[in-house]
């Protein structure tokens, strides 16, 4: 979803009384939208709270957010995460560079045509309107928690051992 609209539908969630923590790799965007808090991770676009397959890593990332809760103290504060994509920032060069291979980035001959010279194609995954899992057991925790009344995405709260 994008950082703006999280971003405005977490004030409007603070104004209902519903505390709200947006979760980001766009820190300017996010500075500009100020939500009442807000943690920032300096990943990819997509990974916001960590790489795909690596469900120690995101648990760290989603506690560490969660503590800003405690942590941040006036509105519009922002948490700076620190973890690393990589142990340099090439990743950031590969992600901002635009693919002029692609058609679909460069602007056709049609006046009407809105799109710009060299923009940058999406390489993301499809999206789907069901829940997708990393991987089988992923998905028989996340189909036994909604059997039992639960959310398909919080199985992450409760660590292998029973803790939380």
Known sequence: ??????????????????????????????????????????YPLGHTTGKP?????????????????????QPGEI???NFEWDQDDSWKDRVMRADTSNPASNPSDNPGDNRVSGSHSDARV?????????????QALGEANMAAGGCPTCVWLGDDDGKR
Not at 10 to 17: I, K, M, S, T, V
Not at 126 to 138: L, V
């Open 1 to 42: 979803m994008c950082h703006q609209s999280v971003g405005l539908i977490a004030r409007d969630l603070e104004q209902a009384g519903i505390p709200t923590l947006s979760m980001s790799s766009a820190l300017s965007i996010t500075r500009s939208v100020n939500p009442p808090r807000a943690a920032y991770l300096d």
């Open 53 to 73: 397959d690596d469900p120690h890593l995101q648990k760290a990332i989603l506690r560490d957010a969660l503590k800003a809760f405690e942590e941040l103290q």
């Open 79 to 81: 948490k700076v995460l």
């Open 126 to 138: 499809e999206r789907f309107d069901t829940p997708q899992y990393q991987n089988e057991r992923d």
